[in-house]
């Protein structure tokens, strides 16, 4: 991609409205675009950002045995009425009528759906554990949305839902994509811990949170430097590791910040039975479904990478998520200048390396300031 082609806008000062570091460079960069409060339209840079994200997460979705699918956005209310959500909700829920007065929702989060989907062609034992994901654009009418991608009320999110026969079953999952969680963000360069959660408004019985350490992050938590426990400070007051006390060691858990970015759920059958999701076991006796689901933010996890990795003028993007691999410089439009960086241009295309040329007629010190505030992990000047 040529830079003078790219639809982008650098701006050099921070805007007034931006709080956080993400928030200020996403927007100084031009990769996202405030439309109204917490609705965002992304440009090219952005999305690329958002797209590497979401190759890893199917990636890692795909290995476990989840099958993507696509639900709607906009779900009938009469689903939400049948798993008692619908005056439950809250104002986070946005209510639309259409034409002939049917009432709707913009979906939040998709338990009902899935259950719904699932329930038409799961009819036996056999059939389990069935484990579907979607990546879709999500909306919670949130009465503060800040700090850009992190808190936005249109948004994108990976939700994952499996069903299952027995606990067990559930259990094995569960861990499964426990580990296929901290696999996404190590592949995405990110120090990320899981802790113990409270399950809150989605309910059940045990969830964990998956937290991008930095110092922005809304939540407290403490973490062992000898090992991988940690816990959120509103669930544990403890200040020595419980884990190494049980091995008779001592280790004092240290306060850092965390970003949620991520949250797996064992829901058990609250929603199976309240939708009717049965399954016929071994006997030909009808049975609800036992739960899991799991949730990541694509926006979230991708503005925490820049909180955890990024510096004032500048967002450092691990390979892995860079919008392009590599920055190539044109410094003079000269001929045999000019007739190099094509060269290599037209090489690094063929090898398939994501390129970004900057072949603008701007001075180099406006190009290497551009090309730092966007990131790009390789430069060839
Ligand atoms: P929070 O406590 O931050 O409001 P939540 O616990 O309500 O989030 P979940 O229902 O667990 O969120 O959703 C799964 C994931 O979706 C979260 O871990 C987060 O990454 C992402 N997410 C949730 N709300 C938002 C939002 N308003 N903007 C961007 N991402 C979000
Ligand atoms: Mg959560």
């Not at 965002?40 to 994200?53: C, D, K, M, V």
């Not at 199917?58 to 290995?63: D, G, L, S, V």
């Not at 009528?97 to 259950?115: A, I, K």
């Not at 398939?352 to 390789?378: A, C, H, Q, W």
Request: hydrophobic share 40%; with cysteine.
């Amino acid at each position: 991609m040529h830079f003078s082609q790219l639809l982008v806008h650098t701006l050099k000062d921070n805007p007034k409205d931006a709080e956080v570091l993400s928030h200020q460079l996403m927007t100084r960069a031009s990769m996202i675009r405030k439309i109204a409060a917490g609705i965002y339209a992304y440009t090219p840079l952005g999305l690329r950002i958002l797209r590497n994200f979401e190759t890893i997460v199917r990636t890692e979705m795909n290995r476990v045995g989840a099958q993507e699918v696509l639900m709607p956005s906009m779900i009938p209310a009469a689903l939400w009425q049948q798993s008692e959500r619908w005056d439950k909700y809250g104002k986070e829920l946005l209510r639309i009528t259409d034409r002939h007065n049917n009432e709707f929702c913009y979906g939040p989060t998709h338990e009902e759906v899935v259950c719904e989907l699932v329930n038409t062609y799961v009819k036996s034992y056999r059939q389990l554990p069935m484990h579907v994901y979607q990546i879709q654009t999500k909306f919670r009418d949130e009465i503060r949305p800040r700090f850009g991608l992190m808190r936005g009320r249109e948004f994108i999110m990976k939700d994952a839902y499996s069903f299952h026969a027995t606990w067990e079953d559930l259990d094995k999952t569960y861990s499964e994509m426990r580990d296929a969680y901290l696999r996404m963000f190590e592949r995405c360069g990110l120090r990320a811990k899981v802790v113990q959660a409270d399950s809150g408004a989605i309910g059940g019985d045990e969830s964990a949170e998956f937290m991008v350490i930095a110092q922005t992050g809304e939540d407290e938590i403490v973490e062992c430097p000898t090992c991988a426990y940690a816990a959120n400070t509103e669930v544990t007051n403890t200040e020595t590791c419980p884990k190494c006390a049980e091995k008779g060691q001592a280790s004092t858990l240290q306060r850092v910040r965390g970003i949620e970015v991520g949250h797996i759920f064992k829901l058990g059958t609250t929603y199976s039975e309240k939708m009717n999701t049965t399954y016929l076991d071994e006997s030909g006796q009808a049975k609800p479904m036992i739960m899991g689901c799991y949730g990541v933010g694509i926006g979230r996890t991708v503005a925490a990478a820049i909180e955890q990795l990024g510096s004032a003028n500048a967002m450092c993007w691990p390979i892995a998520l860079a919008p392009f691999k590599v920055s190539l410089i044109l410094c003079k439009d000269e001929a045999p200048f000019r007739e190099a960086a094509d060269g290599l241009y037209n090489e690094l295309k063929a090898a398939n390396i994501e390129v970004l040329y900057d072949d603008r007629p701007e001075s180099m010190g406006v190009k290497f300031k551009d090309t730092e505030l966007i990131g790009i992990p390789l430069q060839v000047v």
